[in-house]
């Protein structure tokens, strides 16, 4: 499958880019996609552990299964306000 | 890119903007005659953080969940207090020294509902709600603040 990752903030800035594309097995998890994301963004490698992440605009853990064309979300710490 | 979100109904107003926060509006937005009560608070750009000088603030958002999550807090404040109508609004992009970034008013029919629902409303959107700041600081450094996260 292949699910679409938001990046917001500093996680686009170290990333370059606003959106990527991970291509994951059909099993995928939230966890399995995060282990992807380090896999080809070790620049990520000290925020993610500090951002949560959503799916489809919700919150999710790392459980979470994934499908075909999901919207996942990186979000690090918020500082709205 | 869509510039304004927004989400309303008879006693609940959302709206994320790249546009001045106007504030009258949502005052007018929770006028009641039930309510004898408004609380508005506003959060501002403030030119100094410590001995640190800013010069503007940019703020980016995830729109859609943004909304969806303060469309939730608003529920769940009404769940907690009996307020009558709330208003909360959020800028995105540049925000200048003194000017508006967020804002929210609560109507109730006494006081104590209205301030606590306010206050309770800024502190939760602030731990949830999709959205970031970035410092543009005088000496032209930019720093995104990611709260309990500090690079190495």
Known sequence: MIVKVLLFASAKQLVGESHIELGLDDEATLGSAKASLIEHYPMLMNLLPKCTFSVDQEYAEDARPLYHGCEVACIPPVSGG | ?152
């Open chain 2, 1 to 152: 890119m869509i510039d304004d979100y927004k989400c309303t109904d008879e006693t609940i107003s959302i709206a994320i903007t790249l546009e001045a926060i106007d504030t009258e509006a949502m005052l007018r937005f929770v006028n009641s005659d039930k309510s004898g009560a408004t609380v508005l608070f506003m959060g501002t750009t403030r030119r100094l953080t410590g001995e640190r000088e800013t010069t503007r603030l940019d703020y980016e958002c995830y729109e859609t969940m943004a909304i969806k999550k303060m469309r939730e807090i608003l529920d769940e404040a009404r769940s907690k207090w009996a307020f009558e109508k709330a208003s909360m609004a959020h800028r995105t992009g540049t925000v200048d020294v003194g000017q508006t970034s967020v804002a929210i008013a609560v109507s109730a029919a006494h006081r104590k509902v209205a301030f606590e629902a306010a206050e309770w409303l800024i502190d939760t959107l602030k731990q949830v709600v999709p959205i970031w700041k970035q410092e543009c600081w005088a000496d032209g450094s930019r720093e995104w603040v990611h709260p309990g996260f500090h690079k190495t």
